[in-house]
């Protein structure tokens, strides 16, 4: 089985700040996480992933993210916000050792960055 | 250029009706999928494709059967359309074989909101 939970609906912060998405998961193999970032009306667009390799992974628009093994965290990181951040973000994880491509998301996390 | 395309991009319907929504992409993956997004932005897996072989078949009422005609399309008909099926259908591929810079990475179509009347 394979869950994720992003425990915050909504983050709020002002533009110029840091900005942090929580995500944590459950798998039985070894995850592969992904974000992705979905702007109003509009489909999913990936942002970055871990497979395997460096903890820290860096992606699209200036994010980043940190793969915690102990913590089973995979937090969304943006080190300066800008108001047009603000969208609904997912995280995502695959039991690497499973058959098939399954992808199960977490709820969504909607940012507000506010000038 | 389109890499995941989605027709139509709204739909609206009567309860009973049978629709299609289609979806093709130019990425050249050998797997493709469909996901429902509830009211409350809730993402859950539907079907899996992978070269026309269907993999991945969540408890999803039959009434929703996919149709892989080669494996750069991906259809999603449903029969006897229920308020319950509002929602948005997103269609995305991956490519899963001999892939390893971008394995594992699914690409999402604009998605294809559906309203039940």
């Known amino acids: 089985a394979q869950s994720v939970a992003q425990p915050e609906d909504q983050v709020n912060v002002a533009e110029g700040n840091p900005l942090t998405v929580k995500c944590t998961y459950s798998?039985?193999?070894?995850?592969?996480l992904f974000w992705y970032v979905q702007y109003p009306n509009r489909g999913l667009q990936f942002l970055l992933k871990?497979?395997?390799?460096?903890?820290l992974v860096k992606g699209s628009y200036g994010f980043e993210a940190e793969f915690n093994k102990s913590q089973t965290s995979f937090h969304l990181k943006k080190p300066s916000a800008l108001v047009s951040d603000s969208a609904l973000y997912f995280c995502?994880?695959?039991?690497?050792?499973?058959?098939?491509?399954?992808?199960?998301f977490g709820g969504g996390t909607r940012v507000l960055v506010k000038p | 250029d389109t890499a995941v395309s989605q027709t139509p991009k709204y739909l609206v319907t009567q309860m009973g009706n049978d629709k299609s929504i289609k979806c093709e992409q130019n990425?050249?993956?050998?797997?493709m999928y469909w996901y429902k997004q509830d009211s409350k932005k809730f993402l859950k897996i539907m079907f899996s494709?992978?070269?026309?072989?269907?993999?991945i078949n969540e408890t999803v009422p039959n009434r929703f059967s996919p149709k892989s005609p080669d494996k750069a399309h991906l259809n999603l008909h449903i029969n006897s359309l229920e308020l319950g099926d509002s929602a948005v259908y997103f269609c995305?591929?991956?490519?899963?074989?001999?892939?390893?810079?971008?394995?594992?990475?699914?690409?999402f179509g604009p998605g294809t909101r559906l309203l039940v009347l």
């Open positions: 798998v039985s193999g070894n995850p592969y």
């Open positions: 494709y992978n070269n026309k072989e269907l993999i």
């Open positions: 871990y497979i395997t390799g460096d903890n």
């Open positions: 995502a994880v695959r039991d690497g050792e499973a058959a098939g491509n399954k992808l199960t």
């Open positions: 990425l050249g993956h050998d797997t």
């Open positions: 995305a591929s991956s490519q899963v074989v001999d892939s390893p810079l971008d394995q594992e990475t699914q690409y």
